[in-house]
């Protein structure tokens, strides 16, 4: 293993000679052993020739439309960067820019209303049928449509009804519920409920 | 009569737009860059495609990631040898530099390093030219590629193990091995017995 190690340092030192990439304590220890080891010294002799002879590779050309078109190419993208970049490099002009900006952000902050009731409007049923199933109260939808905005009631955030305006409003509910049953009125205008279903619109509670 | 260097080009058409400047840059360098390229593909249509690829990441990008302390043109060699080995590994093949690839194409028509007058010395340095282009493109890729970075952009070995992701000795060894193989390849071409001297 070390012996493989010392040949594999004796190849990069012989390769760096060939191309001249040693320092000149190193070289002098390369020309000695060369003195000494013949196969080494024909070793570098060859790779010095065989270098010597990659010395008459071609160099080429592109052809020149293809020249031409990166010429082209360069000028359009500068002349591009110049026109965007000489606005953008004018630094009253960025100052203004960072004004304009700020202060639209600082009126759009005080005009957007605080938050209240109305983001209700938004926030989606299914929340909404959280929040009021683990608050205990009842939601209410409409199956016309999933897709649409549903009407919903929580039974627990409706208004308060004085119990005196509660026992008003049962009368006259039922005063009509009466009069139409006694009418034997079929196509009402007027929506008959039942009381069950009556209480539970006023109240929310279903007394 | 003094030439302007690369850096101050490059300033030149950063800041002040001088694109006289970039067309000095590409007239200087576009041979050496063009050559590797094309080394290593084989095939002057896709050479053409990667020069451009190479030049089009140059202009655009120069302003985000060449960093003016590097060379410029060590930078610009980093994209164009990306780009070869990008296309090489989507080839996922070698491709051998030599007519069977590109019968149309001759590739002495744009030589530019020299002048020849005599008709038949024209030839003959074609001959022995093509012949040596042929035996590089019998390399292995890994070879090629420290063979031709050296001899295009006389690259340190340090610059080529960076370029390339190994370590220095590996690039040593490779052009050891590529100057060994071909060594090899021109004494079977002359009929001469091997003569190279395996030191162990």
């Given at each position: 293993m070390e012996k493989k190690k010392n040949m594999s340092n004796v190849d990069e030192l012989c390769v760096k000679y060939v191309f001249d990439e040693l320092d000149p304590s190193e070289i002098t220890l390369v020309e000695q052993a060369m003195n000494y080891d013949q196969n080494l010294l024909i070793e570098i002799e060859s790779l010095k020739s065989t270098w010597r002879k990659l010395k008459k590779l071609p160099e080429m050309s592109p052809p020149d439309n293809i020249s031409e078109a990166v010429i082209e190419q360069a000028r359009e993208y500068s002349n591009q960067q110049q026109l965007f970049g000489s606005q953008w490099k004018n630094p009253g002009l960025l100052a203004t820019a960072a004004i304009v900006i700020f202060s639209l952000m600082i009126s759009t902050a005080y005009l957007l209303p605080?938050?209240?009731g109305d983001s209700a409007d938004i926030t989606p049923v299914s929340s909404e049928m959280?929040?009021?199933?683990?608050?205990?109260?009842?939601?209410?939808?409409?199956?016309?449509?999933?897709?649409?905005?549903?009407?919903?009631?929580?039974?627990?955030?409706?208004?308060?009804?004085?119990?005196?305006?509660q026992a008003e409003r049962h009368a006259a509910a039922d005063s009509v519920h009466r009069d139409n049953t006694q009418s034997g009125v079929t196509n009402m205008q007027t929506p008959v409920m039942s009381p069950a279903f009556r209480d539970f619109q006023l109240t929310g509670t279903g007394q | 009569m003094h030439q302007v260097d690369d850096h101050e080009l490059v300033q030149r058409y950063r800041k002040h737009n001088d694109q006289e400047a970039f067309k000095q840059l590409l007239d200087r360098h576009q041979s050496k860059i063009y050559s590797y390229i094309y080394s290593m593909v084989g095939n002057?249509?896709?050479?053409?495609?990667?020069?451009?690829?190479?030049?089009?990441k140059v202009i655009t990008k120069m302003d985000e990631t060449y960093n003016e302390q590097g060379k410029?043109?060590?930078?610009?060699?980093?994209?164009?040898?990306?780009?070869t080995i990008d296309y090489l590994r989507k080839?996922?093949?070698?491709?051998?530099?030599?007519?069977?690839?590109?019968?149309?194409?001759?590739?002495?028509?744009?030589?530019?390093?020299?002048?020849l007058d005599d008709a038949q010395e024209v030839i003959e340095k074609g001959e022995a030219k093509n012949s040596l282009m042929k035996h590089i493109s019998k390399l292995p890729k890994e070879q090629r590629e420290v063979v031709m970075l050296r001899h295009y952009y006389e690259m340190s070995f340090k610059e080529i193990a960076e370029l390339t992701n190994v370590s220095i000795n590996t690039a040593l060894g490779r052009m050891r091995y590529a100057l060994i193989n071909l060594r090899k390849m021109f004494d079977k071409e002359h009929g001469k017995e091997e003569k190279y001297v395996e030191r162990r």
């Open positions: 605080a938050g209240n959280n929040k009021a199933g683990s608050s205990g109260g009842t939601v209410i939808t409409t199956s016309q449509s999933d897709n649409h905005s549903l009407f919903d009631f929580k039974a627990d955030q409706g208004n308060f009804i004085s119990p005196v305006e | 002057a249509e896709i050479a053409n495609d990667i020069f451009q690829e190479t030049f089009t410029w043109i060590a930078w610009v060699m980093r994209i164009a040898h990306n780009a080839k996922k093949r070698f491709v051998d530099v030599n007519a069977q690839d590109d019968p149309d194409y001759d590739f002495y028509d744009r030589l530019t390093d020299e002048t």
